[in-house]
């Protein structure tokens, strides 16, 4: 479907922005749950849970009570250990390509505040013919802070502190932006708009607007809301695979999905069947646009985990992204916002005839 007319987006830049700005890796995300928080209690009151999780409810006693979630954590790096030199050892938090790494600026948030080093490497004329345009283990990397000792470095570094690519926001042409962070802040953005866009015209139904917490690494995010909230109807929005680049074939990734062509709707293992259907539906009606992909097993995503809270009918649906997991990632915010609209509006249309049998195989 056509792309949403700028001159009418409602897409909110300085919100996304904002959201990219906030280096939390898993573990360390009290930095983009603040700016949750912040959002969030413009709307309604927020909550959260030891773990880090950050949710707030409009119509907090309606039915059906519709879940929608955005994981809050990005991929980064870890302090491991500091030589008698002052250089830096660390570890994935994440899905981190270790050839990524060498020569990259990175950024050590410290106790007393952001440190910028250098991965380091070895100049090309000195590494071995058999080695060359091969990626050292990442415990074979280092990051080079300046630092001329270990006790300098451990001045302005601890062991356990997180690390992250530099928090660019960039404007490219096209109306796209690249950052390190839109897997998943643009799927939080999703989550808070959502809430928003309900609240201006509110139905019968509960909806509750969640960032999780450390998906990157084990979901227990998603895990204790699921047990805490056994939604009727949760809606997991995630980063997913961008296939208009040259690296990427479509006919691997269950599907042709571009940027700017709107949110991806999951078909198969990761979505009810039946809502799947009333999101096209949806979409279709409200002029929301929208992409199909097909998903035959998990999505490694939060999703899985709210589908096992018994009684929950999840819609797994995405953002396309190109160059996930690495130090900037590329998007198209109108699929966000697209995102935002189609979850407000499938919140509404589920709140006019709700019956849990709807959604069961056969009910």
Not at 83 to 100: E, I, K, M, N, T
């Amino acid at each position: 479907m056509a792309r949403r007319d700028p001159k009418t987006s409602t897409t909110d830049l300085d919100l996304l922005r904002e959201l990219c700005a906030a280096p939390s890796p898993t573990g360390f995300e009290g930095p983009v749950q603040t700016v949750v928080r912040r959002r969030l209690s413009a709307t309604a009151e927020t909550a959260g849970d030891p773990l880090g999780n950050v949710w707030a409810d409009v119509v907090p006693d309606g039915a059906p009570h519709v879940l929608v979630t955005g994981h809050a954590d990005q991929i980064g790096l870890i302090v491991t250990y500091v030589d008698d030199r002052g250089y830096v050892s660390f570890d994935a938090v994440g899905g981190v390509d270790r050839q990524l790494l060498p020569g990259r600026h990175l950024v050590i948030h410290g106790p007393k505040g952001p440190i910028d080093g250098v991965v380091g490497r070895k100049p090309t004329h000195v590494i071995p013919k058999d080695e060359r345009g091969k990626a050292p283990e990442l415990h074979e990397q280092w990051i080079d802070i300046g630092a001329g000792s270990r006790d300098e470095a451990l001045g302005l570094v601890a062991i356990g502190d997180p690390i992250t690519f530099q928090a660019d926001f960039l404007a490219l042409a096209g109306g796209r932006y690249a950052s390190p962070a839109f897997d998943d802040r643009a799927g939080v953005y999703v989550a808070l708009r959502a809430l928003e866009h309900y609240a201006a015209t509110p139905a019968a139904a509960r909806l509750t607007a969640l960032s999780t917490v450390h998906e990157e690494t084990t979901f227990m995010g998603a895990k204790a809301a699921a047990l805490r909230f056994r939604p009727d109807v949760a809606m997991v929005i995630d980063a997913d695979f961008a296939s208009d680049d040259p690296g990427v074939d479509p006919k691997k990734l269950g599907g042709e999905v571009k940027l700017g062509g709107g949110p991806i709707i999951h078909r198969g293992a990761a979505s009810n069947r039946r809502l799947v259907e009333l999101a096209l539906e949806v979409a279709a009606a409200e002029r929301i646009p929208h992409q199909v992909k097909a998903v035959p097993g998990a999505t490694q995503t939060d999703a899985e985990e709210l589908m096992a809270s018994v009684q929950t009918a999840t819609l797994s649906f995405s953002l396309p992204v190109r160059y996930m997991h690495s130090a900037l990632e590329v998007m198209d915010p109108e699929d966000a916002e697209a995102g935002a609209l189609l979850a407000a509006a499938l919140t509404r249309r589920l709140a006019q005839d709700w019956t849990p049998e709807r959604f069961v195989p056969g009910g």
